[in-house]
């Protein structure tokens, strides 16, 4: 089974401390890091793949990300905004700039209370 990449592969790599990689990935106002060390933690986690673990997050924020959307029925249309709003076969969907999730499900015969 692969590992997948973590904060302390992108410290070791990047010749900084975890908190530094912390810091300069959540962009944190009052770091005091140097342009050359943030560039080269930007670099060490390209190179490395390193994308945040999702779940930790929201262990830790206790919040998911996550949309629950359940209908009787769901509408196959395009939105204006060209994206087609739902599809009712159970499928996740991005929804842009807000980084969270929208799970559909269409349920045949749902009484919602």
Request: overall charge positive; proline content about 4%; some cysteine.
């Amino acid at each position: 089974m692969n590992k997948s990449v973590g904060i302390k592969d992108v410290a070791a790599a990047a010749g900084v401390s975890v908190t530094t990689v912390s810091h300069v990935l959540n962009d944190v106002v009052y770091a005091r890091v140097g342009a050359e060390t943030r560039e080269r933690v930007h670099e060490a986690a390209r190179r490395l793949g390193y994308g945040p673990n999702r779940l930790a997050q929201a262990l830790r924020t206790q919040r998911s990300g996550m949309i629950g959307f359940i209908s009787e029925e769901i509408a196959t249309t395009r939105t204006p905004a060209g994206s087609f709003w739902g599809r009712g076969d159970g499928t996740c969907s991005r929804i842009p700039h807000h980084d969270h999730q929208l799970h559909q499900h269409q349920l045949p015969g749902f009484q919602g209370k």
